[in-house]
């Protein structure tokens, strides 16, 4: 996998994944993270995570919902964290391969489309 800009992630779509292909080599993924603005790795190394501080609760429910229908068109799904009643956290992560792969990637690239209600 070469990095590729956030516009060329958008353009592209998520592919069903079951397995048998490894995971995004840790390199690769920073390389690609450093396009994804608001996106790190997180600490384990398997997945990647962006956090927004929302302007209230019902701001923080309506983004989730919005995400949840672009998980479900896409086929791949985030794991969504209310970490507060105004923080919301998004982790993206193939669980197939206990690791990264271009679908987490291409999520990303989407969610940073999504509009969203935000304090930060
Ligand atoms: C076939 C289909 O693509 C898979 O079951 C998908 C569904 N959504 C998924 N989402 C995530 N985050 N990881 C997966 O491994 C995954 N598998």
Redesign the pocket.
Known sequence: MSAASEQDLNRRSCV???GGVPPVAPDEAREQVRRLPGWSITADGRGIRREWTVKNFMAGIEFFDRLARLAEEE????DLHLEGYRKVAVV??????GGLSE??FILAAKINQLPIASKS
């Open positions: 069903p994944c079951e086929g791949h799904h985030p993206l992560t193939t669980h197939a391969i679908n987490d």
